[in-house]
T-cell receptor, first 111, second 116 residues
Framework: KQEVTQIPAALSVPEGENLVLNCSFT??????LQWFRQDPGKGLTSLLL?????REQTSGRLNASLDKSSGRSTLYIAASQPGDSATYLC??????????FGTGTSLTVIP | SAVISQKPSRDICQRGTSLTIQCQVD?????MFWYRQQPGQSLTLIAT?????????ESGFVIDKFPISRPNLTFSTLTVSNMSPEDSSIYLC?????????????FGSGTQLSVL
């Protein structure tokens, strides 16, 4: 069964820093990988979707990479802002239309 | 993309009562997914709701506890029945859209449930 791990579980950085969040998965047979943002008590907002044939995707200050063979993805956030404070989750999709979620990284950006 | 309206956004309920969560999508979708997110945990799929047929439940979830309705292609409800404090969680509905050939998940705003 696919297992998705996110490290670190929590991260605190000063405003303006660049940072990297990590996501690893055990089965490389995926269709895509998606990064989400979740504010406390709320639903998930999709940030980036990387198809299995792609290596990276960019949106504004966010860049996500995918190395399927090694089972890893990173989410790079440039010039972090207090408004970026949230929990970031990754999810992979695989056979049988199943989606597997990581436990998330809780990010705090200190003004 | 898909816009999903979910309500209520939060509720505080008494043990033994039931709560029905509604999910409305702005476009027709074949499948709708219901997830549970317990405090500090990741998302767990409860069931997949297809229009015109019984929902498909994941291991550990049963219809008597989490009955689901799917009357049309844009709407679904999840009921949390005979609630206990262990049911305190965020409940999320989700649909899959297709972008570049494979599925992209869209979520409602979530229902934060606290059971006393």
């Amino acid at each position: 069964k696919q297992e998705v791990t996110q490290i670190p579980a929590a991260l605190s950085v000063p405003e303006g820093e660049n940072l990297v969040l990590n996501c690893s998965f055990t089965d490389s047979a995926i269709y895509n990988l998606q990064w989400f943002r979740q504010d406390p008590g709320k639903g998930l907002t999709s940030l980036l979707l990387i198809q299995s044939s792609q290596r990276e995707q960019t949106s504004g200050r966010l860049n996500a990479s995918l190395d399927k063979s090694s089972g890893r993805s990173t989410l790079y956030i440039a010039a972090s802002q207090p408004g970026d404070s949230a929990t970031y989750l990754c999810a992979v999709s695989g056979l049988g239309n199943q989606f597997y979620f990581g436990t998330g990284t809780s990010l705090t950006v200190i003004p | 993309s898909a816009v999903i309206s979910q309500k209520p956004s939060r509720d505080i309920c008494q043990r033994g009562t039931s709560l029905t969560i509604q999910c409305q999508v702005d476009s027709q979708v074949t499948m709708m997914f219901w997830y549970r997110q317990q405090p500090g945990q990741s998302l767990t799929l409860i069931a997949t709701a297809n229009q015109g047929s019984e929902a498909t439940y994941e291991s550990g979830f049963v219809i008597d506890k989490f009955p689901i309705s799917r009357p049309n292609l844009t709407f679904s409800t999840l009921t949390v029945s005979n609630m206990s404090p262990e049911d305190s969680s965020i409940y999320l509905c989700s649909v899959e859209g297709f972008s570049g050939g494979s599925g992209k998940l869209f979520f409602g705003s979530g229902t934060q449930l606290s059971v006393l």
